[in-house]
C-alpha cells in the first residue's frame, strides 16, 4: 500500500498530470509488490485494476509495468489486454459494470482473482490463470496492489464450489 507522495503536489516540469493522478504512486506501489512477491508483470495472467476512468486506466497499465511509459494504448491495439492476449484485464467487467460501488471495489477484485485462480468462473474463466494482480485506489490518495498465485498443489485438485455464471449466480438457477 502506498499514499501519494511529493510528486504529486508539486509542478510538473514536463506538463503532464500523470503525477497528480497518482502514476508515482502505483508505480512506485507495484514495484514493492512485485519486489516482495519475486515475481513481475510477466508473470501475471489475469489482472483487475481500478478502471474509474479510461485514461485512468491506460496510466495504470504503464504504472504496472504491463505497458511502458506511454504506450497503454498499444496495449489495447495489440489485443493484448484481453482474451486470447498476454493478459485479461478486469474480466469481471470492471468499476463500469458495478456501478463503482465505493469500498466494495477491493472485495469484488479479491473474489474475482480467487476465483479466477481456483478455475471457478464459468465464463470468464481466464484459462491457465495461475498468477493475479488486483489494483485499488480510494479516495484521498491511497493505493493497494495485490498479487494471488496459485499454489502448485493445487493444480490438479477440481473446484470446490459450482462455476459462476457471468452475473456471479450458479448456471442452473432459476432466477
Known amino acids: 500500500m502506498k499514499s501519494d507522495d511529493n510528486s504529486a503536489f508539486e509542478a510538473p516540469e514536463d506538463e503532464s498530470v500523470m503525477k497528480v493522478i497518482g502514476y508515482d504512486m502505483a508505480k512506485n506501489c507495484a514495484q514493492d509488490v512485485y519486489?516482495?512477491?519475486?515475481?513481475?508483470?510477466?508473470d501475471v495472467q489475469v489482472v483487475e485494476l481500478h478502471d474509474c476512468f479510461s485514461c485512468n486506466e491506460l496510466i495504470t497499465y504503464e504504472a504496472l509495468g504491463l505497458a511502458k511509459e506511454g504506450e497503454g494504448g498499444k496495449l489495447i491495439e495489440s489485443g493484448n489486454a484481453?482474451?486470447?492476449?498476454?493478459?485479461?484485464?478486469?474480466?469481471?467487467?470492471g468499476l463500469i459494470s458495478k456501478g463503482h460501488p465505493l469500498g466494495a471495489t477491493?472485495?469484488?477484485?479479491?473474489?474475482?482473482?480467487?476465483?479466477?485462480?481456483?478455475?471457478?468462473?464459468?465464463?470468464?474463466?481466464?484459462?491457465n490463470a495461475k498468477v493475479g494482480l488486483q489494483h485499488n485506489l480510494g479516495l484521498g490518495g491511497c493505493c493497494v496492489i495485490t498479487m494471488y498465485k496459485k499454489p502448485e498443489e493445487w493444480s490438479h485438485v477440481p473446484p470446490k464450489r459450482a462455476k459462476t455464471g457471468a452475473m456471479g449466480f450458479a448456471p442452473d438457477a432459476k432466477l
Do not use: F, H, M
Not at 486470447?84 to 467487467?93: A, D, E, R
Open 35 to 42: 519486489t516482495q512477491a519475486g515475481l513481475g508483470p510477466d
Open 82 to 93: 484481453t482474451y486470447g492476449g498476454k493478459y485479461v484485464i478486469n474480466p469481471s467487467g
Open 106 to 127: 477491493g472485495l469484488a477484485q479479491c473474489c474475482e482473482l480467487s476465483w479466477q485462480l481456483r478455475g471457478e468462473c464459468g465464463v470468464r474463466q481466464v484459462s
